[in-house]
């Protein structure tokens, strides 16, 4: 299981337990929503940071994965013209 995954499914599992405790705690309608809207926020800040996080790393393996590409590929190159060099010159000592 993903480590993204296992942590957004303990944060929701926190923020419906935390919810639940205080819908059926004793406290007036009004304490209860301002309770629930701050838990909300909470929750959300949270996901947001994790998100962020994730795509953060996603993006770091994306870069790396590009510039070893680049890499390859440039030494790809440097082997190609070293071949094209190396058979030119056995051609011309034909």
Same mark, same amino acid.
């Given at each position: 299981? #993903?480590?993204?995954? &296992? %942590?957004?499914?303990?944060?929701?599992?926190? &923020? %419906?337990?935390? !919810?639940?405790? +205080?819908?059926? !705690?004793?406290?007036?309608?009004?304490?209860?929503?301002? $309770? +629930? $809207?701050? !838990?909300?926020? @909470?929750?959300?800040?949270?996901?947001?940071? $994790?998100?962020? @996080?994730?795509? =953060?790393? +996603?993006? #770091?393996? &994306?870069?790396?994965?590009?510039?070893?590409? !680049?890499?390859?590929?440039?030494?790809?190159? /440097?082997? /190609? $013209? =070293?071949?094209?060099?190396?058979?030119?010159?056995?051609?011309?000592?034909?």
């Amino acid at each position: 299981m #993903e480590t993204g995954k &296992v %942590i957004l499914g303990v944060l929701g599992g926190a &923020v %419906i337990g935390a !919810a639940l405790g +205080i819908l059926f !705690a004793p406290a007036k309608g009004s304490a209860t929503r301002k $309770k +629930i $809207k701050t !838990a909300g926020g @909470e929750y959300v800040d949270d996901v947001t940071e $994790k998100f962020e @996080e994730i795509l =953060q790393k +996603i993006t #770091e393996q &994306v870069e790396s994965f590009k510039n070893e590409a !680049a890499a390859k590929s440039e030494n790809g190159k /440097m082997k /190609m $013209k =070293q071949a094209a060099n190396e058979a030119a010159k056995n051609i011309n000592d034909l």
